[in-house]
């Protein structure tokens, strides 16, 4: 099993994602293809356990596609990406507790 993150620890990063969610400007060098870019958050709609997360960091997704599962109530229930994007990091792993709107993957849109 792999070492568990301290609570402080995943407050800490779920505050830090929660502030770059939805649709926050990346820093760009400018040009015109970089100012588009924006990071977007994947969250759980549902509370529950995370049973799986099925994407890795630079993975290339589309929106719609599942990024996660959900254990909750012994469903699982698919946590899918909200657009097209770049899987930039994971902010959850495997058994991990999780509350409605909890943010568990960050996208670079």
Known sequence: ???????????????QAFRSSNSVPL?????????????????AHMPG????VVV???DQVKAGQEVAVINCMKTE?????????VVKSILVQE???????????VLEA
């Open 1 to 15: 099993m792999p070492p568990r993150l301290s609570k402080k620890l995943k407050r800490l990063l779920r505050k």
């Open 77 to 85: 229930l698919s946590v899918v990406a909200p657009s097209d994007g």
């Open 95 to 105: 058994w991990d507790e999780m509350e409605v709107g909890s943010p568990m993957v």
């Open 56 to 58: 890795n960091e630079g």
């Open 27 to 43: 820093k760009t060098s400018g040009k015109k293809e970089d100012i588009t870019k924006m990071e977007v958050v994947a969250k």
């Open 49 to 52: 356990l995370v049973a799986r």
